[in-house]
């Protein structure tokens, strides 16, 4: 028999991410008979409107999971790791927006515009990938598909909300206090666990994420290779510098790439991307119209513009990616893993 | 007979560069006996504290000139065009700040840690690069005469400054405007008298300057442009997007190079940059030590870090360049292109 809907959780019901995924889920209409939402105990007690009805957020422990088909998880790496097998076990497929899967080689990275069928070898766990590489991958993949691609050099101009609600209060204290001639002390950003943290009110702060061996951050690290693995181009050239920069919500990207065919012209790169899923075209220099962070939220869209190509080499293109970072960055994303389950029949209703 | 010092003129003397301009000359005690201070009719009557006197801003005008030695432009192109020949034919020594010169091939374009001896072929104008080109050839230079340079990619992080007082004063209207949950209509950025002006405050505009026929911003097409000649290298690849960002001052550039030479290391890189001129080296991962425009405010110096070998390249680096844009890369370069004329004699006491 089949049902009305089916059993959701969402795993950091009360974070920045989760409180989108709850929004999506009911914007989308996607097929949901209960939805439980779990938190940290600090957060459980709290109360959260999913379709005109309250729901208690609990404590997540493993039986939290019994009988959920959909975990959609974004609590940190160390919930993920610690919960994420539990609510396997207990049959539900688990979307985590954490980085704790994302490389693990037993786990498909998805991006449904890119490679949904990676979907079809899941076990039990699918990795959401880290936001400035989800809007990344949706503006290259058509390009990689028509001329391919063989190298890519981005510098983010990411904002604070991928840092969590705690991150956007400090943007928002810190700029008032500027603004009056008041003092403050900065202790979110850039990484709350971090030993020192830095002013980001009119200020740009190059690092997110920690510091690897070899100089690169985590936040860096995590575009190089989950770009490769979501692309399966494991040979393909790939540099990132992540910078924070004092805009709310919407992460902005300047991309130059290398594609393999000789001979385009930016005009075709633009033509490819107008007909691109969950790309829009903004890119009309003598209209002033090219995209930005401040119009793209609460979209679920990747807009791309600024396209032009390399005054020197003929195989080169730059182009400009904004997207909203809670959104396609993260619980649009996952949302749309979901509803890929189920048109793919991964889970069935 | 020597003189105790020399006249110096300054054009533009009530904006944002005009002033820094004046407190340069004082702060590094250039030898000025006399200072005439020019602006439009709008602003002449004003008056501006040096060395403790009061000065009476006036109306720049042709005769404005006679018996003037050195006099800095930074009072818009049209300004520059029209009245530095006439400075030029009194005598004066004009040193340019505006874009207006910049490209003409009689006219060096100088940056003196990267081309000084370019002075000494002056046929009475000088011009002062673009802003974000300065602090990115100081930073460079010394890395092409140790290593050679074959191809420069730059992203920047530029601040409202660049645009002069009033996006300053937009910037932060506009930021009080949103924290407080009230409206606003943007007039100033991107570009004043473009048709469209777009939020600036928690955004990130990539629009700099007026789009020309291939895409590419007026800004970037000075950065590709000034680069190549103040570095002698037309044959040099270099490719820009230029971004404003909501920062007052201090402008950060993401760079990816290429060296000629294979086989280099970070630490070299490092400790090429350690003994440059001009150049202040702040990269210690380990201690989350890199450079940030909030730091930079008020400093001559180029701040470089985030230092990085490319992970595909053997040849291939990344950096983050930043700098007040005020001063390096308008008021101090300028001040010291004087400087450099009486080193170098090309001007006497």
């Known amino acids: 028999m089949e049902r009305k809907g089916l059993h959701v959780a969402v795993v950091g019901a009360t974070g920045a991410v989760g409180q989108q995924m709850i929004q999506t889920l009911e914007n989308r209409k996607f097929p949901v008979e209960t939805l439980t939402l779990l938190s940290s105990e600090r957060s459980a007690g709290k109360k959260v409107v999913f379709k005109g009805q309250e729901i208690e957020v609990q404590v997540a422990k493993p039986e939290s999971f019994a009988g959920v088909d959909i975990a959609l998880f974004s609590a940190g790496g160390a ?11 207990r049959g539900a497929i688990v979307v985590d927006n954490t980085s704790a899967f994302r490389m693990d080689e037993n786990v498909p990275l998805v991006v449904p515009e890119v490679n949904e069928s990676d979907l079809t070898w899941h076990n039990g766990i699918i990795a959401n990938p880290n936001c400035s590489t989800i809007q990344m991958v949706v503006a290259l993949e058509p390009i990689r598909q028509a001329f391919g691609l063989k190298k890519v050099i981005v510098s983010t101009y990411q904002a604070v909300s991928g840092a969590g609600s705690q991150a956007i209060e400090e943007l928002k204290t810190q ?29 740009a702060i190059p690092q997110i994420d920690k510091f690897q061996e070899n100089g690169f951050t985590f936040e860096e690290m995590k575009m190089i290779n989950e770009t490769k693995k979501i692309m399966h181009m494991p040979e393909l050239e790939v540099a990132a510098t992540c910078v924070r920069i004092p805009v709310m919500t919407g992460h ?56 032009r190509k390399d005054l020197d080499r003929d195989n080169a293109f730059h182009l400009w990616i904004v997207s909203d970072n809670l959104l396609k960055g993260a619980a649009w994303n996952s949302v749309q893993i979901a509803e890929s389950l189920l048109k793919l029949g991964l889970v069935n209703l």
Do not use: W
């Open 79 to 89: 919930v993920s790791k610690a919960l994420a097998p539990e609510a396997v076990k």
């Open 175 to 203: 700029a008032k206090a500027i603004l009056a001639g008041e003092s403050f002390t900065p202790e979110i950003l850039p990484v709350k666990s971090e030993r020192k943290h830095y002013q980001i009110a009119f200020n």
């Open 252 to 307: 902005s990207e300047s991309v130059y790439i290398e594609v393999e065919k000789e001979g385009i012209s930016a005009e075709q790169i633009k033509r490819v991307l107008k007909e691109a899923p969950g790309v829009v075209l903004q890119d009309d220099p003598a209209d002033q119209l090219y995209p930005m962070p401040a119009d793209c939220v609460g979209k679920n869209d990747v807009f791309v513009g600024r396209i």
